[in-house]
């Protein structure tokens, strides 16, 4: 079993039938050829050894009479694959002048002469032949019944390669009946993998559809189930993460509001009392942020719904998310005319997203560019850090990663990222960690070109 | 003389520090805590503007702005703490002329308010103070910029200030496209980032009161991919 492994299910399937077929077919063909030689053979020795005691009484008998030898043998009447030898008184008579007495083994006339009827199959030139020797002692003579097997040769040959045939074609019936079977019994788990992979892409709603075989409808069933379970989890998580998320934006907003009566009277507070107020003022920045990132997250988890508006010039969103972050517009460069159909607010905060983090962890953001690539447009991130380690360069993405290891500093959500790997996905994209060329980190966001 | 504005929020936390805040904006705030108070409130004092929760006692917020609007057309500006597209376009659908989603801050609320108090749109130079906009029917549907009007006949066509403003953008460069773009800034002073929901549904519901067939449109027509465009006859 391990030899036919890397051929998968099917191929295996359809080898061993192939070969099993062969087997079987070989196994009767092999049989049939053997039992049907060795009858054929059988007739032809009895009609031999009639022929040989028949023509030997003709030729005793007239012998008796007085005949000469010659003359009986010119008179037996044999057809063209016969031939009948006479030996007497150290002389050899022939019916026929092509058969000489060497066709005779001299095993055979020894044991003829000491009296014992005896039976020989031989070759004779290329052609297979039975000689049969009689010794008939009232007319002290040896008669040798010759007969040429080229018929049955030419029979033996024309069946044992219409056998082969038959079992090598059996080879491929085999094989196509292992597909067609293969097909059948795969097909269910074909349809299994599609629907997983569909589920898997989140169309949680797809089911497997009802089946009557009863040895699938128990597979079906609880691979049904298991993804009724799995949506009804997810689905109960996301609405957790979104009452959550609802009821915590009520207080934040009476807590945004009263820290900005506090701060426009900022000027009249003392000054710890101030220091205070901005501790707060940044903290609810950053909860505020976290709390965004959370509901975002949550809302993509559910299935997150685009809102992709007319098209955009890559230049004008970047320009926007870059001032409106309070970033300078000249870190822009590259295809700016290129147009984008995206989610402009979603990819804003993704690409602010990416930006921050440039600030927070890369040393500073040095470059926004985008690359105009045809079917895919680019949109590169550079700082000015020490780059991102290649083992560290997929957790990132993952929830809460910088928090882990410890590389987040206190403004950071741990979420970024991850908002960005999501938002990107959902527009049928992907974004990476590389190297910038010169040092630092790049993260590229890689998303379909806009129909144009 | 300051503006009067009146804010409909359950929560109390919220609603007070949103009248502290308004009322160092310049507002003149008072407070309703359901949907039937506000409605009472309107009919015993004038208000100039409305900041309306979604999520409300046993009336909500969509019913309320219905009501309000049967008879009123001024500014509404919606606070949700869902950002579900299904509500955001429900409460514009029922008339608000804008909204802005919890939590936020009160420099984003006063902002939405300032924009929504312009009255009108600028005039182009050269564009005349009267635009017939339709003669297909039996009267003429006149847009009057400096009176600030829209007449069929004699009628008045009942615009929010919202509505207004948006047709006479348009108006102002008839037989131009404008995008969802161009009049999210001129009417309601949104940034690059602002939703185009709020042209479409703002357009829909101009429709419905200007077009003879709003199924089919041939005043404020759309160009696919672009944005608008209205068409004088």
Redesign the interface.
Known sequence: VKLFQPYGLRGRVVLGFGIGMMAVCGAFALTTYFLARDYMVQQRERSVLRAAFSDAGVIRDRMRAGADVQTILHELELDTASAVLVYRDGQWHSSSPDTRPSVVPARLVREVEAGQPAFVRDVVGATPSMVVGIRVPSVSASIYEVRLLAELNSTLRLLGSVLAIGAFSSVGLGAVIGMRLSRTVLQPLDQIAGTAAAISGGELSRRLPDTRDPELATLVGSFNSMVDALQLRIERDARFAADVSHELRSPLTTLVASVGLLKARRDQLPDRSRQAVDLIDAELGRFRRLLDDLIELARSDAGLILEKGSPVLAGDLLRSTLSMSGRATTLLSGDLEVPLRVDKVRMDRAVTNLCDNADRHGGGLVALTVEDRGDEVRILVDDAGGGVPPQDRERIFERFATGRSGRGSSSGTGLGLALVAQTVTAHEGAVWCADRPGGGARFVISIPAAAR | MSMRLLVVED?D??RT??R??LE?EGYDVSEATSAESALDQMQSEPTDMMIVDLMLGEMDGFTCIREVRRHSDLPIVVVS???D?HDIVAGLEAGADDYIT??????EITARLRALRRRAARPAPAAPSEIVLDRSGDVPLVLSTEGGVLRRGEDVVHLTLTEFRLISELAAEAGHVL???VLLDRVWAH???G???LVDVHIRRLRTKVEPDPSTPRIIVTVR???YRLDLP
């Open positions: 929560d936390r919220i520090v949103l502290l805040a160092d703490a869902r950002a597209t919890k939590p936020f801050e009160i420099k995008t969802r773009q940034g690059f980032f939703d185009e929901r991919g672009l944005g």
